[in-house]
């Protein structure tokens, strides 16, 4: 059994968006896969390790993602937040595309770590990954700017947080055959996606399980049990 790896991003109340989870609806789903049988795990041991494990990732480092981690820690649950450089150099909202009208309307509810705050929660124990610089959609870009976008991204963190930069996330959770070969070739040690692509899943296309806002304990069981299951059964088979 693979471990099982939650994707989350925002964690608000004020923010009405599928990426804004409220902190004690989070809390609740962590306690409840933890009463399922899942062990805490930190991010090494997600990439290397099988069975019944549990770890918690939250992508774009939101500055909300901050209210969910003295629950995690009080459950000693690992967190891994993966940040964006090129949004780390001044906090600002998160304003990809896809979001640039919520964060006109929220400002506050997008912003994003600087590097003091990530710089903060390293020394804390979390783990910080790239989500690369500008949160681009990966495929559509050149092998040049592919390059940048994973090698430049984990330079940056490694000289703002002096610590090496192992993990990488990619935006959307999109990859293909060349972006993969491009964050191997970047010194990435493994790298996740998200669901989907069971047919090939290896160190540089790890699956997560995306949390979304409106997730009820049913669906959250779903979800989780189905993950579960379907890395199960392609194990039995390859
Ligand atoms: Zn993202």
């Known amino acids: 059994m693979r471990?099982?790896?939650?994707?989350?991003?925002?964690?608000?109340?004020?923010?009405?968006?599928?990426?804004?989870?409220?902190?004690?609806?989070?809390?609740?789903?962590?306690?409840?896969?933890?009463?399922?049988?899942?062990?805490?795990?930190?991010?090494?041991?997600?990439?290397?390790?099988?069975?019944?494990?549990?770890?918690?990732?939250?992508?774009?480092?939101?500055?909300?993602?901050?209210?969910?981690?003295?629950?995690?820690?009080?459950?000693?649950?690992?967190?891994?937040v993966f940040a964006?450089?090129?949004?780390?150099?001044d906090g600002r909202a998160f304003d990809v595309p896809e979001l640039a009208a919520d964060a006109a309307?929220?400002?506050?509810?997008?912003?994003?770590?600087?590097?003091?705050?990530?710089?903060?929660?390293?020394?804390?124990?979390?783990?910080?990954?790239s989500h690369t610089i500008t949160h681009p959609h990966l495929s559509?870009?050149?092998?040049?700017?592919?390059?940048r976008e994973l090698t430049e991204?984990?330079?940056q963190f490694e000289a703002e947080l002096g610590r090496p930069c192992r993990f990488l996330a990619y935006p959307y959770g999109e990859t293909d055959g060349r972006?993969?070969?491009?964050?191997?070739?970047?010194?990435?040690?493994?790298a996740w996606a998200l669901p989907g692509r069971e047919d090939r899943i290896d160190r540089y296309a790890l699956p997560r399980v995306g949390i979304y806002r409106g997730d009820g304990a049913l669906r959250l069981r779903l979800k989780t049990t189905a993950a579960v299951r379907g890395q199960a059964a392609r194990l039995r088979v390859t």
Request: neutral net charge; proline residues 5%; hydrophobic residues 45%.
């Open 3 to 80: 471990p099982l790896v939650l994707c989350y991003h925002a964690v608000s109340d004020r923010w009405p968006h599928a990426l804004a989870v409220e902190a004690g609806t989070l809390e609740r789903q962590v306690r409840a896969l933890l009463r399922r049988g899942f062990r805490p795990v930190g991010a090494a041991e997600a990439v290397e390790g099988r069975g019944k494990l549990l770890h918690v990732t939250f992508d774009d480092a939101y500055r909300t993602a901050a209210l969910a981690l003295p629950a995690l820690e009080r459950l000693g649950v690992p967190v891994t």
């Open 84 to 89: 964006c450089s090129g949004y780390a150099a």
């Open 105 to 129: 309307r929220y400002p506050g509810e997008l912003l994003t770590m600087p590097w003091s705050e990530l710089r903060a929660l390293a020394e804390r124990g979390i783990e910080i990954g």
């Open 140 to 147: 559509r870009l050149s092998d040049g700017e592919i390059e």
């Open 153 to 155: 991204s984990r330079a």
């Open 179 to 190: 972006v993969v070969a491009a964050a191997k070739a970047a010194g990435y040690e493994a």
